[in-house]
């Protein structure tokens, strides 16, 4: 069924998309509308290889101190909906800021985004990327797709992750066990999660849907502020806390504040102390070169509505890549597009939405007419998984 999709995306590019330019070569789709089959954004001039994957959808920026730099993101989990922030993030460093960022999403049989479901091809974009984001849960993808990431980490990319990265991967099997979440082996001990992210999953520690989390961010009294801070100030997010000890030398940014309610001016939980949400610190390359790492365990999609997580999320993304130069608290980081997140729930999200439904800077992340679920709304419990 993989191949079918493959194919059937190479025929639609070939017939439907005047102007690209054949065999990878550079080249432009003039008139090219938004949503498009190419996947890319309006102006762009992506490779043929870009163009005929339809599990990603790639934008491409043109002015900024990101162009000439990729950014591969991977959307894959099973409640938070980064298949819906990791998008818009992404227009944001595009649009704003001039990175080209692809992002694939798993699919199911029909090629539609099924979050979670471990279908996933074209992982090869990792060899020209910058920076690698996830955004996954659970994952066992197959072999030949999961050694691009175990390549990329080998040669010591940047990595940003968000909310249930630490438990990324759930592998029983295979050449790659030891990057499952709850690995014991004593030379990757708590897998990727734990190895490169610096925490695997440990528990929830606030409520999801009735605690919110404000992040308290850590301004040193005589010491400059961490590029990643810089304009931020205190976040609020709907996501609810996670339990974290980052790894030895891991630098904290912030911590989040369990709220009894779902808004801002919600009173703090006086039984939950401050614990970290956002950290930097680096894993090393297969040579023993250190790789910059960022990592939030925040990240649902509605979170991205807030300016202040916003900022730091695309701020942790210029440091990571070494643009640090260029973080100026005043940055655009205003959203891309309309942007209609779901609130999160296990397994509640948009049916019926392609990759390609997605491309363009004006096409809705997602559309609200699309269902959320195929039948009833179902178990509330299934809502507070790991």
Request: hydrophobic share 35%.
């Amino acid at each position: 069924m993989r191949l079918l999709i493959w194919l059937l995306s190479i025929f639609v590019v070939a017939a439907g998309a005047p102007g690209c330019a054949p065999d990878g070569a550079p080249g432009s789709a003039p008139g090219s509308a938004p949503g498009s089959a190419s996947g890319a954004a309006p102006g762009s001039a992506p490779t043929g290889a870009l163009q005929e994957n339809p599990y990603r959808v790639v934008y491409e920026g043109s002015a900024g101190p990101g162009v000439g730099k990729h950014i591969v993101m991977i959307a894959g989990d099973h409640e938070y909906r980064s298949e819906e922030i990791l998008p818009m993030m992404a227009r944001v460093l595009a649009k704003n800021f001039g990175f080209t960022c692809s992002v694939l999403f798993t699919l199911d049989d029909e090629g539609f985004i099924e979050p979670g479901s471990s279908d996933i091809a074209g992982l090869e974009a990792l060899e020209s990327a910058d920076l690698l984001v996830v955004g996954l849960r659970f994952q066992d993808f197959p072999d030949n797709e999961m050694q691009h990431i175990v390549d990329y980490l080998a040669r010591g990319g940047p990595v940003l992750g968000i909310r249930t990265s630490t438990h990324a991967f759930r592998i029983a099997e295979g050449p790659f066990v030891k990057y499952t979440w709850d690995n014991e082996g004593d030379d990757y001990a708590g897998g990727f999660g734990r190895q490169v992210l610096g925490e695997t999953w440990v528990g929830h520690y606030g409520t999801n849907h009735e605690q919110s989390s404000r992040l308290v961010a850590h301004y040193p009294i005589d010491e400059p502020v961490h590029p990643i801070l810089r304009g931020v100030g205190d976040a609020h997010v709907q996501s609810g806390g996670y339990r974290a000890v980052p790894m030895p030398g891991s630098v904290s940014l912030a911590s989040g504040q369990v709220l009894n309610g779902m808004d801002a001016g919600s009173p703090p939980d006086p039984e939950k102390e401050l614990l970290p949400v956002a950290w930097t610190r680096s894993y090393e390359a297969a040579d023993g070169t250190p790789a910059r790492v960022f990592t939030t365990t925040h990240g649902a999609s509605e979170d991205f509505l807030n300016e202040a997580f916003r900022r730091m999320m695309i701020n942790a993304s210029l440091w990571t890549v070494g643009l640090e130069d260029a973080i100026t608290p005043d940055l655009d980081v205003s959203l891309v597009g309309p942007y209609h997140p779901v609130q999160f729930s296990f397994d509640g999200y948009r049916r019926g939405v392609r990759p390609a439904d997605l491309a363009g800077w004006d096409t809705p992340i997602m559309s609200p007419e699309k269902p959320t679920r195929d039948g009833p709304s179902g178990d509330p419990s299934l809502r507070r998984q790991p």
